[in-house]
């Protein structure tokens, strides 16, 4: 199990739990069971996540392709987006994904069980934003990157959020650029979004 900038999450099948920063549901606590490679985004960097996003979450159509605990796509509903499409492999995780949507009451999030790399595939309307966080001891993130096309997946102005080892910097596609670059301890984070956007 990775750490993230000196935070602990759970061994597999140790129950874990985190919180909301904002939006409807602050404050409330979303339980996860640790699995392999499930590392949930930490408050700080949600915290600066969303305070990038805070212009245009609201209204959003949003795609978590490795959703994991659902730190991010819940975030992101709490404050707002229309609608959030979480992608988890895991069935298990899936199954408590669906709960906690289930314990929310929450309409505009819904989880799919299956290959991210699949989905992105089928994917048959684009959306405004992209969460990307694999697992780190895989190739998932830059296959994903790979097998994205911003001029048919994203909408304008649409924009891609990317988790990485900082000893592994992905390769962004063609066309494409940071906007937004931070690092917490030996993890890189930022949103990436069509190069001429860059400010």
Same mark, same amino acid.
């Given at each position: 199990?990775?750490?993230?900038?000196?935070?602990?999450?759970?061994?597999?099948?140790?129950?874990?739990?985190?919180?909301?920063?904002?939006?409807?549901?602050?404050?409330?606590?979303?339980?996860?069971?640790? =699995?392999?490679? *499930?590392?949930? &985004?930490?408050?700080?960097?949600?915290?600066? $996540?969303?305070?990038?996003? @805070? !212009?245009?979450?609201?209204?959003?159509?949003?795609?978590?392709?490795?959703?994991?605990?659902?730190?991010?796509?819940?975030?992101?509903?709490?404050?707002g987006a229309a609608?959030?499409?979480?992608?988890?492999?895991?069935?298990?995780?899936?199954?408590?994904?669906?709960?906690?949507?289930?314990?929310?009451? =929450?309409?505009? *999030?819904?989880? &799919?069980?299956?290959?991210?790399?699949?989905? $992105?595939?089928?994917?048959? @309307? !684009?959306?405004?934003?992209?969460?990307?966080?694999?697992?780190?001891?895989?190739?998932?993130?830059?296959?994903?990157?790979?097998?994205?096309?911003?001029?048919?997946?994203?909408?304008?102005?649409?924009?891609?959020?990317?988790?990485?080892?900082?000893?592994?910097e992905p390769t962004?596609?063609?066309?494409? =650029?940071?906007?937004?670059?931070?690092?917490?301890?030996?993890?890189?984070?930022? $949103?990436?979004?069509?190069?001429?956007?860059?400010?």
């Amino acid at each position: 199990m990775a750490t993230r900038s000196k935070q602990h999450w759970p061994s597999r099948g140790e129950p874990g739990q985190v919180r909301i920063i904002a939006g409807q549901w602050r404050g409330r606590k979303l339980h996860f069971v640790g =699995a392999e490679g *499930l590392r949930p &985004t930490g408050d700080r960097m949600r915290e600066t $996540l969303f305070n990038w996003l @805070q !212009p245009s979450i609201e209204g959003s159509r949003c795609l978590d392709l490795f959703a994991g605990s659902g730190a991010l796509g819940f975030e992101a509903a709490s404050r707002g987006a229309a609608n959030v499409e979480m992608v988890e492999y895991n069935p298990a995780t899936v199954r408590q994904l669906q709960s906690q949507i289930a314990r929310f009451d =929450a309409t505009n *999030l819904s989880v &799919t069980q299956g290959s991210a790399l699949q989905y $992105l595939q089928q994917l048959d @309307q !684009p959306v405004d934003l992209i969460f990307l966080d694999p697992p780190f001891h895989s190739d998932l993130l830059q296959l994903s990157l790979d097998s994205i096309d911003p001029g048919t997946m994203l909408r304008p102005n649409g924009r891609i959020y990317l988790e990485y080892p900082l000893r592994r910097e992905p390769t962004l596609p063609a066309g494409m =650029a940071f906007i937004r670059q931070k690092k917490a301890g030996d993890v890189g984070y930022g $949103l990436i979004a069509v190069a001429a956007e860059k400010q």
